[in-house]
């Protein structure tokens, strides 16, 4: 069941990522219902927009910026730019009070898929941006990625750590070293983001989804179990409740827990959970490379694709 599941899954990527329907969507940028639901715009003033939206409902955000990998280390210099001047924009926007801004990264996106002098970059990119992040109240967070060695992305995290604490990392339940990496960051106060992740055909992650279940299950609980910030970030029931429950158990101050679901995922979950006082956070991307994201998104249901491709054609 689980193999056939998987497979379906698989297709279901394969229609959303199709060229020509990509192609559709894309020559109407930013204009189908379904797009809107997921994504926040293409720039930062749409972006800040959605935040804004947001904040009036109790709800914290951790904004991401869609982009393709830089072909060059002159386009990493031009990203990390336009991530400094988000950052601006939240302080100016008095949207930084109370931890409610974090922008979340990916090492790729700042160079380091570019060999050595991508990588050194990256991690000069980075270290300028969570300073910058320290001077207007915005906290990053550092995003394993299948595309870099999650060692590399570990080791900038401890490194930029060293000043700048509030830094936080993201780890994907679905790799198989996740478990591990967890117990170890949590014994060092780190504050982590933990995700499910999808499963698949790498050797280094687990191929059913029952598997990932479990392996969420056995992550999250040393990092309740430690004294620093955890966010959960599932929108798994059944996880969210037993990570719940386990707080409960452990006498956990709340203030030390967030959950954290996509925007346009489960709005009502959203609110139920901003409404009864906990702490919610958004995660919410915008930019210009929005269709891989959105593909992911649609195919996690069949009637998101039928929705995007009927819109496509008209």
């Not at 299948?146 to 994907?172: K, M």
């Not at 919410?284 to 039928?306: C, K, M, N, Q, T």
Request: aromatic share 4%; hydrophobic share 40%.
């Amino acid at each position: 069941m689980e193999a056939a599941r998987l497979t379906v899954q698989d297709a279901l990527i394969r229609v959303a990522t199709d060229a020509r329907l990509r192609r559709a969507a894309e020559n109407r940028t930013m204009s189908h219902e379904i797009v809107r639901r997921y994504i926040a715009g293409e720039s930062i003033s749409s972006a800040m927009d959605v935040a804004s939206w947001l904040a009036a409902r109790g709800r914290c955000v951790s904004l991401t910026h869609l982009v393709s990998e830089p072909q060059d280390l002159a386009r990493t210099v031009k990203r990390a730019k336009r991530i400094r001047k988000l950052i601006r924009r939240l302080s100016d926007a008095g949207l930084t009070d109370d931890g409610f801004a974090d922008v979340s990264i990916r090492l790729s996106a700042l160079g380091a898929g570019l060999g050595n002098p991508g990588r050194n970059a990256a991690r000069d990119h980075l270290r300028e941006l969570a300073e910058a992040g320290a001077e207007h109240g915005v906290t990053l967070t550092l995003e394993v990625e299948p595309a870099i060695p999650a060692d590399l992305t570990i080791e900038a995290f401890h490194h930029i750590r060293v000043d700048h604490p509030e830094t936080a990392i993201s780890l994907q339940a679905c790799q198989r070293r996740t478990e591990s990496d967890c117990r170890s960051l949590a014994r060092a106060g780190a504050r982590v983001r933990l995700t499910k992740g999808a499963p698949g055909p790498d050797p280094e992650a687990f191929g059913r989804q029952h598997d990932v279940d479990l392996a969420y299950v056995r992550a999250v609980q040393p990092l309740l179990e430690g004294a620093s910030k955890v966010a959960v970030a599932t929108h798994d029931e059944r996880l969210i409740h037993l990570s719940e429950t386990l707080c409960r158990r452990l006498g956990r101050d709340p203030s030390t827990l967030e959950y954290q679901l996509r925007y346009g995922v489960r709005p009502d979950k959203q609110a139920e959970i901003a409404d009864r006082g906990d702490r919610m956070r958004v995660y919410v991307p915008f930019g210009e490379d929005w269709y891989p994201y959105l593909a992911r998104r649609v195919a996690d249901s069949p009637r998101e694709i039928l929705a995007l491709v009927r819109a496509t054609a008209r």
